[in-house]
């Protein structure tokens, strides 16, 4: 060991009597406080201009611009330039004979010379340790666990790296030619995972050779066995493939005998490497502060309740658009996206069935619809003869309720239910809508009753007045069927009572007066003490003798609001703090947009309910206007001497003990707030979705939606201002390169002398 520790200190002075390696130094140091201090001053003006700031260790050190992240993407450029000399000098100019010569043997004196690279590169680290000093005066609640995980995963890089270029460079005379040859492994490296991707087995090996993304799982904060196994496998084939090298050379092998020791070298750790990435053999460290990388504790408690492995089976059109998300060529980054439950779940199998199938809405003929699927099996590279036609997948499942898209289910003790893709930003499903669908799976879901015999609004219609968006709207993430709800249509004139079944019944917006019979179903579902929401619209009377049992009534009138850019019967219902109560978080700019709505009153506060009101009008612009008018005909404005502004409640929440039950009834004075339009507006500040998801948990008794939210961050502001980041900045850039600058140039000027 003493030789090893000799020559590696050996090999770190001649690397520090030349120039290059203090270069290095330096630019290295300018170019990482160039990165923080460029960000850090981004995240300070945002906060001047009044911005939400992001999690700030994550944003300076992670991500895609924080330090780290940058800079394990440029450590390509230096390392080569390091090791281009580590043997090729020795070759180049003889010396390597006097080595061999030497009472060393030819494992120490690779060891020797890798380990002074590895003393560069815990040089190199320090750098970065500095900005944890930086950053612990720069922001609050620095979290120095997740930086100090990050820099071990750029560390376990520029180790890889060097062994790399130790061996490229025991390969040449050249350093040169050391150092471009180490740029093309390390391509090849980074590149070779995306080869072979449509055959299974081949996916799996050139994915795990890959070393693009291996560290950045630990600068994101979580540290995995396989990526710390994959670094010490590609550390010690490489300087094992130099060691091989160096004892060829002295002992002059050739042939089958050589090469066959560095294909066993290759074929024992690709085993390994194999093995130790297969799930079950996988293990993790979380480094954030509040395990974001983790599932929550809620997800792992509703996994502990599985008594066997859940399968998700993925089915993959290849004719609609979604098939490039389940293809083979895509079939990592699929997987990925379920690490989280198959860390918990390792022998959770992911079976994929590929298919074509006609679209909804489509006319293709079967020929033309052949010819498509051949084409996209081409492009997506989906072996055809594995695709499944139109009979065959329908003969298998039923899609044609998911549109025939790319769709999931996820199957446990012989029950299934859909885990969809939407269309949104996000495109997959994440922790919140798999644990819905888990816990579906588990428990079933929650029946919402939605009364339909009347003309009330219809949740199967993608008519504007209509409710398919928020209730059945199967590819959008907010919707009820994908947030374990399950909404069900009610006909009262076919029943005799509402189901037992049913946990919250929704009465919107009836078109037409109930008879004695329906009526008394409703008055008997309220006397049974069951959950209730009731969506009123201005001037409707059909929901007036249920009201009067909740000792409630609408006030005459539609509410109006002076705006100068939307027409004045869209109301702008603000938050109330009583909506808190009801487990609703809200801000004070929140709004939930209700167009033609009128004002809530209470009748009789002795009808044995609690109170609470939710929204409110705006008493700053918002009018009662009782006389008739139209707002295609005429500009209706508020006029001070008719009229008054008012704040009145717009909905109400009624608790109350009543037959054992907790019964929870919402009443709006507007149907419209939960309409395919209103979910589909753009053009306000509105939180209709999360409102309305938020009474439906309270009415399900928080049985759903799943919720999966965490401890909010606490290093979420800047304790400097930009003239402290200047010096930040000042600082990395020339006092700190100063000082390495004179301490190179009294080093050589010393050498010179001796």
């Avoid at 090298?245 to 690709?270: C, H, M, P, Q």
Wanted: with cysteine; proline share 4%; glycine share 6%.
């Amino acid at each position: 060991m003493k030789k090893i520790l000799k020559i590696a200190r050996l090999e770190l002075s001649i690397m520090f009597y030349s120039p290059i390696a203090w270069l290095v130094l330096i630019l290295f140091i300018i170019q990482s406080g160039v990165i923080y201090a460029e960000m850090l001053y981004d995240q300070e003006t945002r906060q001047q201009l009044g911005r939400a700031l992001p999690v700030m260790t994550k944003a300076l050190f992670a991500g895609e611009d924080g330090v780290l992240a940058k800079i394990q993407g440029t450590l390509y450029l230096y390392i080569p330039i390091l090791t281009m000399g580590l043997m090729s000098r020795e070759t180049s100019s003889g010396s390597i004979k006097l080595l061999y010569s030497s009472p060393v043997t030819v494992v120490q004196i690779a060891l020797g010379k890798y380990l002074s690279m590895v003393g560069y590169a815990f040089l190199l680290c320090l750098v970065l340790a500095t900005f944890i000093i930086t950053a612990y005066y720069s922001i609050t609640g620095l979290d120095i666990v997740f930086v100090l995980g990050g820099i071990l995963g750029v560390f376990l890089l520029i180790c890889a790296y060097s062994a790399i270029g130790l061996f490229m460079s025991s390969l040449t005379n050249y350093q040169v030619v050391a150092a471009v040859s180490t740029l093309a492994v390390l391509a090849v490296l980074n590149f070779i995972g995306g080869v072979g991707q449509q055959y299974d087995f081949v996916r799996d090996l050139t994915y795990w050779f890959a070393i693009s993304g291996r560290s950045e799982n630990m600068v994101n904060g979580l540290i995995i066995s396989k990526d710390i196994i994959y670094f010490i496998l590609v550390i010690l084939m490489f300087i094992s493939f130099t060691i091989l090298k160096l004892k060829d050379e002295r002992n002059l092998k050739k042939g089958f005998a050589k090469w066959s020791r560095y294909g066993l070298l290759i074929l024992v750790v690709t085993i390994v490497g194999y093995v130790s990435s297969r799930p079950v053999f996988t293990f993790y460290f979380d480094s954030t502060r509040f395990d974001d990388r983790t599932l929550t504790e809620s997800s792992i408690e509703l996994i502990e309740e599985l008594e066997e492995p859940i399968t998700i089976t993925t089915y993959v059109n290849l004719v609609h658009y979604s098939a490039k998300q389940g293809s083979p060529l895509n079939r990592i980054n699929d997987l990925h996206h379920f690490d989280q439950y198959r860390r918990f779940i390792p022998e959770m199998e992911m079976p994929y069935i590929s298919y074509y199938d006609t679209l909804p809405y489509k006319t293709d003929t079967t020929k033309t619809l052949l010819q498509k699927a051949k084409t996209a099996a081409s492009a997506h590279k989906f072996n055809f003869d594995e695709v499944l036609n139109p009979k065959q997948i329908r003969s298998k499942i039923d899609l044609l309720p998911e549109q025939n898209r790319l769709v999931r289910f996820i199957s446990y003790k012989g029950k299934t239910t859909p885990l969809r893709m939407f269309d949104d930003l996000l495109v997959y499903p994440n922790e919140k809508e798999i644990s819905v669908a888990i816990k579906r799976l588990l428990y079933g879901p929650s029946v919402i009753g939605f009364a339909e015999s009347n003309g009330e609004r219809d949740i199967t219609s993608v008519e504007s007045a209509d409710y398919k968006i928020f209730t059945n709207g199967t590819n959008i993430r907010g919707s009820m069927v994908n947030q374990g709800f399950k909404p069900k249509t009610i006909d009262l004139e076919s029943v005799a009572a509402i189901p037992e079944d049913i946990e919250a019944l929704v009465v919107a917006d009836p078109r037409a007066a109930y008879n004695e019979k329906e009526l008394d179903i409703l008055q008997n579902y309220i006397a049974s003490g069951r959950n209730m929401l009731l969506a009123i619209e201005p001037n409707s009377p059909y929901l007036n003798s249920i009201l009067d049992t909740l000792g409630l009534g609408v006030k005459p009138g539609v509410l109006l609001e002076e705006s100068e850019d939307y027409e004045v019967d869209l109301i702008q219902a603000q938050y109330t703090k009583e909506v808190s109560d009801i487990g609703i978080r809200f801000r004070d700019n929140f709004i939930v947009s209700m167009p033609t709505a009128s004002g809530l009153i209470i009748k009789d506060s002795t009808a044995g309910y609690q109170i609470k009101t939710l929204l409110k009008s705006n008493p700053n612009r918002v009018w009662n206007e009782t006389e008739d008018f139209d707002l295609e005909k005429e500009q209706v404005t508020f006029n001070p001497e008719r009229n008054s502004k008012v704040e009145l409640p717009l909905a109400i929440a009624l608790t109350r003990k009543q037959n054992g039950n907790n019964q929870k009834i919402v009443i709006l004075s507007d149907a419209d707030f939960m309409s395919n339009a209103e979910m589909a507006r753009n053009n306000l500040n509105t939180r209709n979705s999360i409102f309305t998801m938020g009474l439906f948990k309270w009415l399900n008794d928080d049985k759903y939606p799943f919720s999966s939210s965490r401890p909010s961050a606490i290093d979420k502001s800047i304790k400097v201002n930009r003239t402290g980041i200047l010096w930040i900045k000042g600082v990395y850039m020339g006092l700190f390169p100063g000082f390495i600058v004179v301490i190179a140039l009294l080093l050589l000027i010393k050498r010179k002398r001796n």
